[in-house]
């Protein structure tokens, strides 16, 4: 995989089921979003480099990363 700049750029992933649950939760409860705006996050990042050595180590297939 390419990843562009040098890999230490940082993201917060978090999973769709989560966000789902959480915009549910605004449906059921409208009043609850006091309509204000939401910024849906894990809470914890990580550098593109770090994501792309743990996709090494768990993915069956090997892959080089190269930095663009």
């Known amino acids: ?12 992933y978090i999973h769709a089921q989560d966000v789902a649950e959480i915009i549910a939760g605004f449906i059921r409860k409208p009043q609850s979003a006091n309509n204000q705006i939401y910024n849906i ?12 050595q743990l996709m ?12 663009k």
Do not use: R
């Open 56 to 67: 090494q180590s768990v993915l069956p297939v090997a892959f080089d990363v190269m930095y």
């Open 1 to 12: 995989i390419t990843l562009l700049g040098d890999g230490s750029q940082t993201k917060d």
């Open 41 to 52: 996050a894990s809470g914890e990042s990580i550098s593109l480099s770090a994501l792309a």
